[in-house]
């Protein structure tokens, strides 16, 4: 099963749509190609891994314009995933690097996700 990692904090995978359900924004670092191809889990918004730096330091009216979502402050939850759990790792160190605190990885990522719940497709 696949696990949430926040710290030395673990949160099982089927708790996901509940962490989604709270003020977490979910980004999956997936390109955007896969998500029109496969899917995409509910509730997340892309920003391809090569963007994501970028983005998380964009000005915040920028950000929702690009993005649909508000910006997440330094302090505020942030779940990555990708496919399988290699990019959304990476996007973990880049966003730690950049200052944000609460910042967490669903490591089985759309595979995993796949595997339990309906992907939601375009």
Known sequence: MALLSFGEVVVKDLELK????????????????????????????????????????????????????????????????????TRSKQALNFAMSLGFSRVQQYAGGFEDWVKHEPPEKK
């Open 18 to 85: 509940d962490l989604k359900k709270a003020n977490v924004l979910h980004i999956d670092v997936r390109e955007r190609w896969e998500i029109d191809r496969f899917g995409k889990i509910p509730a997340s918004i892309n920003i391809p891994l090569g963007e994501l730096v970028e983005a998380l330091q964009m000005d915040p009216a920028e950000f929702e314009e690009q993005y649909n979502q508000k910006m997440p402050a330094k302090a505020d939850p942030v779940v990555f995933s990708c496919l399988a759990g």
